[in-house]
């Protein structure tokens, strides 16, 4: 999550995966994949940091549960026709 304050109104926390766009027009709008729009204070320049950073942090989760998995049981997705060890 990424939090980002409305033009009129209190910050609130938005899902990255669900952006399509933002514009500076010359507010920024935030346009969702579901229609939706925020008109929000930060800028672009802001917004694309802060869901580089979300996503970074997400991978660095995953390398972190990873690390501390190591030698233990590992859970992996089988494509469908693959035989299970």
Do not use: C, K, W
């Not at 910050?11 to 929000?40: K, S």
């Not at 580089?52 to 989760?61: C, D, F, G, M, T």
């Not at 995953?62 to 997705?77: C, E, F, I, K, M």
């Amino acid at each position: 999550m990424i939090t980002v304050t409305r033009l009129n109104g209190p910050a609130f926390a938005l899902n990255p995966d669900l952006i399509e766009r933002v514009e500076a027009t010359p507010d920024t709008v935030i346009h969702l994949v579901g229609g939706t729009n925020y008109v929000v204070v930060e800028t672009v320049d802001e917004i694309i940091m802060r869901v580089r950073e979300s996503r970074a942090a997400v991978i660095a989760l995953s390398h972190l549960v990873d690390q501390r998995t190591a030698g233990g049981p590992n859970l992996r997705v089988v494509p469908s026709g693959e035989p299970e060890e």
